[in-house]
């Protein structure tokens, strides 16, 4: 079994910051692909950023320039730095880990309102 436990969420004023945490555990003998993924009201989950298990990462258009994805070295812990925040980020927020197949974690809410 592979678990994943996101942390960090919470309600931010437009300009704001928050930092989520995810860490896996379970049946994971080595660093393995993350990632970061949202899913607002009435949208399809869609993807914020990834990070291989040598540290390369990717982002959507929408979080270039204000998000940041890292994650701790050897581990399978990883976190999104968020910054400069809009109303457009409220989302519940997944972390996923690719193992033979993709697993997600339960979620977290962030909410960016004034």
């Known amino acids: 079994q592979v678990q994943l436990v996101e942390s960090g969420g919470g309600l931010v004023q437009p300009g704001g910051s928050l930092r989520l945490s995810c860490a896996a555990s379970?049946?994971?003998?080595?660093?393995?692909?993350m990632g970061w993924y949202r899913q607002a009201p009435g949208k399809q989950r869609e993807l914020v950023a990834t990070?291989?298990?040598?540290?390369?990462?990717n982002y959507a258009d929408s979080a270039k320039g204000r998000f940041t994805i890292s994650r701790e070295l050897g581990k399978n812990v990883m976190y999104l730095q968020m910054n400069s925040l809009k109303s457009a980020d409220t989302a519940v927020y997944y972390c996923?880990?690719?193992?033979?197949?993709?697993?997600w974690g339960q979620g977290t809410q962030v909410t960016v309102s004034s």
């Open positions: 996923s880990i690719t193992l033979r197949e993709t697993h």
């Open positions: 379970g049946r994971i003998f080595l660093p393995k692909d």
């Open positions: 990070i291989t298990s040598d540290g390369a990462t």
